[in-house]
């Protein structure tokens, strides 16, 4: 159980277009859905945690308008990279939880690997 | 200063020996808990194990172990019989209290078992 897909997991793409990444929780319902953002050899970035229905909180220096997140439902949400530039080429990840699990653990994608030429 | 701190960057381990990676910890919450996942060179983050601050015993899964010291705020994990396919990122997280369900994130240590 507990299982997260994310896709596409490779995207490259031409400087000023727009690129979606979608996570889905396959087998549970999440209430809350975080995205975060990895630099070789470092560790995870969070960029912002949606909940279902509700707006994404964006932690600070992200910008909400350049990384726009839906989270539409209970088993899906959405990050929307605008206007991409080759500083935004990364690799993004989303996570899953359940408020209704104990110890609300985090269940991961497998991660979306961008390069914006 | 650091919330999660994991003082070793990379770690060469024998085959089959065991291997402990280190993980402490800096809270002024009573309830938090704490995860160990790893990150194989594919980038998928899966998780190994967790350990509440109110559990009395160190978690369990398989061959990973929490050794879990409280008032020491260490959180080590503990990879019995390593085999090769253990060779990835490994990074400890905490969550404080149950608000908002974020981690914060450990630097990370690289794993490598040697054949």
């Known amino acids: 159980g507990a299982v997260v897909s994310q896709h596409p997991s490779w995207v490259i793409c031409k400087s000023g277009t727009s690129v979606k990444i979608e996570c889905r929780s396959l087998?549970?319902?999440?209430?809350?859905m975080f995205w975060y953002r990895q630099f070789p050899k470092q560790s995870l970035m969070l960029m912002a945690t949606?909940?279902?229905?509700?707006?994404?909180?964006?932690e600070q220096g992200v910008e909400k308008d350049k990384f726009l997140i839906n989270h539409a439902s209970l088993t899906l949400s959405t990050l929307t990279v605008t206007s991409a530039h080759p500083e935004d080429s990364s690799f993004y990840i989303c996570?899953?939880?359940?408020?209704?699990?104990?110890?609300?653990?985090?269940?991961f994608g497998p991660g979306t690997r961008l390069l914006v030429l | 200063a650091q919330k999660i701190t994991q003082t070793q960057p990379g770690m060469f381990v024998q085959e089959k020996e065991a291997v402990t990676l280190d993980c402490t910890y800096d809270?002024?919450?009573?309830?938090?808990?704490l995860f160990w996942y790893k990150q194989p060179s594919s980038g998928e983050m899966i998780f190994l194990i967790y350990?509440?601050?109110?559990d009395e015993q160190n978690a369990t899964e398989g061959r990973y172990s929490l050794n879990f010291q409280k008032a020491r705020k260490s959180a080590n994990l503990v990879i019995s019989a390593s085999q090769l396919g253990d060779s990835a990122m490994y990074f400890c997280?905490?969550?404080?209290?149950?608000?908002?369900?974020?981690?914060?994130w450990g630097a990370g240590t690289k794993l490598i078992i040697k054949p």
């Open positions: 996570s899953a939880s359940s408020s209704s699990e104990y110890q609300e653990t985090q269940y």
């Open positions: 087998d549970f319902q999440a209430t809350t």
């Open positions: 949606s909940n279902e229905g509700s707006k994404a909180t964006y």
């Open positions: 809270t002024s919450d009573q309830s938090y808990g």
């Open positions: 350990q509440g601050s109110y």
């Open positions: 997280a905490m969550r404080e209290g149950r608000s908002n369900y974020q981690l914060i």
